[in-house]
């Protein structure tokens, strides 16, 4: 298991929880495969794009995805755009930004058995 998928999200509602820098972003960014940051309104987010085999597999995928993250009490943002384009994107509301919870979420998700519900790439 990875370092990040064995801890646990913490709340979010402490006042001392503050926003990663950019640079602490950009290192924790290499530690969960897959996953891209991006600045929306400068807020720092991590987001990641999978292709399901059908809309219903797009569901089912948010599923798994929507009971991890309620037992993390840590929620991403879902997107299923067209049939088949799942998109999630994880930022801390709370601080406007990115946290720690938000790359151990990343690092649990990656961990989730989603291949079944993924369309395979050409030549694999």
């Not at 798994?64 to 088949?84: C, Q, R, T, Y």
Request: charged share 25%; aromatic share 8%.
């Amino acid at each position: 298991m990875d370092e990040l998928a064995a801890k646990k999200c913490v709340p979010c509602n402490s006042k001392d929880m503050l926003a990663m820098t950019d640079e602490t972003a950009n290192s924790f960014v290499q530690r969960v495969r897959g996953w891209n940051l991006i600045n929306e309104s400068d807020k720092l987010k991590l987001t990641r794009s999978w292709k399901v085999k059908s809309f219903v597999k797009g569901l089912e995928f948010f599923k798994f995805v929507g009971e991890l993250a309620e037992s993390e009490g840590h929620h991403p943002d879902l997107h299923l755009i067209g049939w088949n384009n799942v998109t999630i994107e994880i930022w801390t509301h709370a601080v406007g930004g990115l946290t720690e919870n938000d790359f151990i979420l990343a690092a649990k998700i990656n961990e989730l058995n989603l291949q079944h519900l993924l369309r395979r790439e050409a030549g694999t």
